[in-house]
């Protein structure tokens, strides 16, 4: 009296397949889970008795044993509750396992033998193709997630009943379907526009060069500039996604059950602004069984972290690995974790305590150690990897109160950011995770960031004067090459490498010169 039903568990990102046995054999009635299971899995027992009765069928009274295999795999979550419930079923003879076959099952079990959303649907889904398997049978409030990958029927069941209705041949499930045009279809919520923001001409400037390359940007100005303003308005001219990239971002918020409501796949990039008391385990991921953080959950987005100075040291160190690799790799006793984490930083900060070191407005009132320690929570390395150091100036009362002209609206500057984009695609089309200028490799940069020699002469005498590292060199090349690409040429020109030179005025290495350029 076996049966065997085909499941999946979500290990990172993705998932990989499990077999769930079910032996019923003549003893004591017990039901022993094995095949390493972790608390909400062996908790299921107790909600697969309640809805197996509560359906209207019989818990046999026998010895039950579930195996989980493979069986040297720690499992976790709630999702393997119902095929538990099809395989005791199935193993007492009360309802048929003909259709088991090309079928993998996923979900919770409420008492009343209601299907509850699990975690990872979208993984599970593209590992079910994976497998070849024709069928996945998953709770309703994820059919759409499962929907999203092609080459697979997905059923969405509500309750146990309409499950064993389905598995006895009585009714058929409704097959679920994705939303019609999801990449793109939502609109930046709220009605937050660059066209609020009054002068700030460069730095709009560096924020649509930023947007276009998906460049690291750090903003330094004193308090009420704008910095907060500038970035929130962001996501209104970020790119839209490519469906990898879509894909690639979604999987990552199924997992971490963060998926807006309703929605399956991700439409507009992330943007994450954690506040600055956040742990490391919050920002990069963590815990036991690790969940992916912020770092992961801004995948393809923007993670913004405002008031820079005042995170955590140990946390803004631990950036620096995701922030050159693009990927957070966890290790833990049972095994190790990967989380893609290729995000764009956006940081804000005040130049000195008091704020107004180089306002024109206010004078600075901070001494200079007080600034050098100051400055000091921001590591050198840290600083290597932003590519645009934007100096962000009070804007004086007659610029904000004067009518002047408008300001450009959000979907114009987006429009050239796109545009500036599609050219990125199309010179990356056969690497896969590169999607803009500031993803490349040093290989890359070497193919696509050839420079004439006027240029090359400016670079050379900006190594030598900012005393520019290795990194910052190559981050300049990729800069210089989004600008190119925004004024749609194909060569990089001078007037573009000293735009991206002009944007490290922080690796000019010592104090006085910085405080001038502030
Ligand atoms: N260029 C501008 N155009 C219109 N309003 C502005 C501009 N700059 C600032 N403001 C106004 O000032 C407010 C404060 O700006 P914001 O919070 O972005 O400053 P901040 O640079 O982040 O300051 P802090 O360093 O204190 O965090 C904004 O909400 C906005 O109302
Ligand atoms: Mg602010």
Redesign the pocket.
Known sequence: MLARVRSAAVLGVDAYPVDVEVDLSSGLPTLATVGLPQSAVKEGRERVHAAIVNAGFEFPLKRITVNLAPADRPKVGSGFDLAIAIGILVASGQVSGAALDDLLVLGEIGLEGDLRPIRGALPVALCARALGVGRLLLPAANGAEGALVEGLEVKAAATLADVCRFLAGQADLPVARAQPSLVDSEAVEDATDFA?????AAAKRALEIAAAGGHNVLMI?P????????ARRLPTILPSMSLEEALEASKIHSVAGTLPAGRALLGARPFRAPHHTVSDAGMIGGGSWPRPGEVSLSHAGVLFL??LPEFRRNVLEALRQPLEDGVVTLSRAAMTFSFPARFMLVA?M?PCLC?HLGDALRECRCDRAAIERYRARISGPLLDRIDIHLQ?PA?GPGE?SGAGAPAEPSAVIRARVEAARRIQRDRFPAQPGIYSNAHMTARDVRRYCRTAEPAEALLRQAIAKLGFSARAYSRVLKLARTIADLAGVAEIDPAHVSEAIQYRSLDRPRLPAVARAW
């Open positions: 609020d923001v009054r002068s700030q100005g308090p009420g500039a704008g910095k907060t303003m500038l405002d008031e804000a005040n704020g962000v804007v904000l």
